[in-house]
C-alpha cells in the first residue's frame, strides 16, 4: 500500500466532511442574525419563533463541526510532518490566528448567545448573534489565508531549506485569496438559502401548523439561494484569471506551464507536474450544478400570491435540490485542493515530501478510525437536524421560557 496515497485520501475525507458543516454554519448563521434582527426591530414574536427553530439547527451543527475540525487538526500532526516542519513559520501564521477566532472568539460569543435568553437584553443578545457571525466570517477569511498561500506561496524566504515569513502584508494580498474567499462565502449563503428553502418546503407541503411561519421562511431561503448563486457564480468564474497566472499547469497549459515544468524538473528531478483529470472533471460538475441552481430565479416571480404553495409541483423541486449545493461545494473543493498537485505548496513543497514517514499500515489504520469516526459525526448531524426540523417550529427548545415545558407551548404567532 501507497503511504502518500492513503494521507491523501485521509486528508479529502477529513476537509470534505468537515467542510460540510462550515457551509451550513456560515450561512445560518447569516440569515439568522437576519431573522432575529428582523425580531428586535419589528418586535413581532414571529421572527423570535423563526430565530429559535433556525438557531437550534444551526447550534446542532455547529457542535458537531467542532468535533470534524478537531479531527481534522489530529491528521494534519500525524500525516503532515513534513508540511509543518517546512512551511509551518508561514502556513501556521492564519492558521494560529483563525484558532483563536473560532475557539475562543466565536465560541464564547456563541454560548453567550445560547444561555442568554430571557437573562439579557434583547440588544445585547442580538450583539452577541453578530459577533458569532462576524468571528464566523474571520475564521472563514483565516483558512482562505492559510489555503491561498498553499495555492501561491508568497511573501516568505527560504533560510536552511524552510521557509520564513518576511511580509505578513502579501499573505492577504494574494492573488488567489479575495476572489476564493468571495466564492466560498457565496457557496455557504446559496447552501443556507436551500437548506432552509428545503426544509420550508417540506413543511408546506405536509401543511404543517407553522404554515405562515415556513411560507416567510421559504421566501427568506429562496430570494438568498437566487442572490447567492449569482455571486458564485461570478466569484467562479472570476478566479480563472488569477488561476492561469499564478497556476499555469492547473487548468491547461502554453508557453508559462511548459517553462515552470522545465524549471521544476530542474530542482525537483523528473517527473508528472500535471494535475490529475480529477480536477477537470469536479470543475466541470461544479460548474453543471452551478447553473442548474441559477433555475432558482425562475421560482421567485411564483412567490408572488403563493402561486409556489398553490401549485406544490415547485416546493417539491426546492426539496429535491437540497443536495445540490453540498455536491457543488465538495466538488469546488476537490478542483481547488486537487488542481495543485503535485504540490503542497504550489512549486515550493512536493507532496511527496511533506507526508509524515509512518508505515502504510498506521496509516490505513487511522484513515479507517477517522473515516468511521467523521461518517458517524456526519450521520449524527443529519439525523438530529432532520428529527428537529421535523418537530416544526411551535415551540423549539432553543431560547423556551425557563420553568416552561413543550406542551406549555400556545399557538404559533403569525405574520401580518
Given at each position: 500500500m501507497d503511504t502518500l496515497l492513503l494521507a491523501r485520501l485521509q486528508f479529502a475525507t477529513t476537509t470534505s466532511i468537515h467542510f460540510l458543516f462550515v457551509v451550513v454554519t456560515l450561512g445560518l448563521v447569516t440569515l439568522l442574525v437576519g431573522l432575529q434582527t428582523a425580531w428586535f426591530l419589528t418586535g413581532?414574536?414571529?421572527?423570535?419563533?423563526?430565530?429559535?427553530?433556525?438557531g437550534q439547527l444551526y447550534v446542532i451543527n455547529y457542535v458537531l463541526g467542532i468535533a470534524t475540525g478537531i479531527v481534522m487538526e489530529f491528521q494534519f500532526g500525524l500525516n503532515w510532518s513534513g508540511l509543518s516542519r517546512y512551511v509551518g513559520n508561514v502556513f501556521?501564521?492564519?492558521?494560529?490566528?483563525?484558532?483563536?477566532?473560532?475557539?475562543?472568539?466565536?465560541?464564547?460569543?456563541?454560548g453567550m448567545w445560547i444561555f442568554g435568553w430571557h437573562r439579557l437584553r434583547r440588544g445585547v443578545h442580538l450583539a452577541l448573534l453578530w459577533g458569532v457571525a462576524l468571528t464566523a466570517y474571520a475564521s472563514a477569511f483565516w483558512i482562505m489565508v492559510a489555503n491561498s498561500w498553499l495555492q501561491h506561496p508568497v511573501g516568505y524566504e527560504l533560510r536552511d531549506g524552510i521557509a520564513h515569513l518576511t511580509d505578513?502584508?502579501?499573505?492577504?494580498?494574494?492573488?488567489?485569496?479575495?476572489?476564493?474567499?468571495?466564492?466560498v462565502?457565496?457557496?455557504?449563503?446559496?447552501?443556507?438559502g436551500v437548506l432552509m428553502a428545503a426544509v420550508s418546503a417540506w413543511h408546506l407541503i405536509r401543511r404543517t401548523p407553522d404554515f405562515t411561519l415556513f411560507r416567510t421562511s421559504l421566501r427568506i431561503g429562496l430570494v438568498t439561494a437566487a442572490l447567492a448563486v449569482t455571486l458564485v457564480q461570478g466569484f467562479g468564474f472570476a478566479q480563472f484569471g488569477p488561476v492561469g497566472q499564478v497556476q499555469p499547469t492547473k487548468f491547461g497549459g502554453g508557453p508559462a506551464a511548459d517553462a515552470l515544468v522545465v524549471e521544476w524538473t530542474a530542482r525537483f528531478g523528473p517527473g508528472d507536474y500535471s494535475p490529475p483529470v480529477l480536477s477537470s472533471v469536479g470543475l466541470g460538475f461544479m460548474i453543471l450544478i452551478g447553473f442548474t441552481l441559477g433555475c432558482v430565479w425562475l421560482l421567485l416571480p411564483l412567490l408572488w400570491r403563493d402561486w409556489i404553495i398553490r401549485l406544490r409541483f415547485p416546493l417539491w423541486l426546492v426539496l429535491f435540490a437540497?443536495?445540490?449545493?453540498?455536491?457543488?461545494?465538495?466538488?469546488?473543493?476537490?478542483?481547488?485542493?486537487?488542481?495543485?498537485?503535485?504540490?503542497?505548496?504550489?512549486?515550493?513543497?512536493?507532496?511527496?515530501?511533506?507526508?509524515?514517514?509512518?508505515?502504510a499500515g498506521v496509516m490505513l489504520a487511522s484513515l479507517i478510525g477517522f473515516s468511521l469516526l467523521l461518517g458517524a459525526l456526519a450521520v449524527t448531524n443529519w439525523t438530529l437536524l432532520a428529527r428537529h426540523a421535523a418537530r416544526g417550529a411551535a415551540d423549539p427548545a432553543l431560547g423556551r421560557p425557563p420553568g416552561t415545558r413543550n406542551d406549555d407551548a400556545r399557538p404559533e404567532p403569525a405574520f401580518a
Open positions: 413581532n414574536p414571529a421572527w423570535e419563533r423563526l430565530t429559535r427553530f433556525w501556521g501564521a492564519p492558521l494560529a490566528i483563525e484558532t483563536l477566532v473560532a475557539f475562543f472568539l466565536e465560541s464564547t460569543f456563541l505578513f502584508t502579501a499573505l492577504l494580498t494574494n492573488p488567489t485569496l479575495g476572489m476564493a474567499f468571495g466564492h462565502v457565496a457557496a455557504a449563503l446559496l447552501t443556507g437540497l443536495p445540490l449545493p453540498f455536491v457543488a461545494v465538495i466538488l469546488g473543493w476537490i478542483a481547488r485542493e486537487v488542481g495543485r498537485q503535485p504540490w503542497v505548496a504550489y512549486g515550493l513543497l512536493p507532496t511527496e515530501r511533506a507526508v509524515s514517514g509512518v508505515d
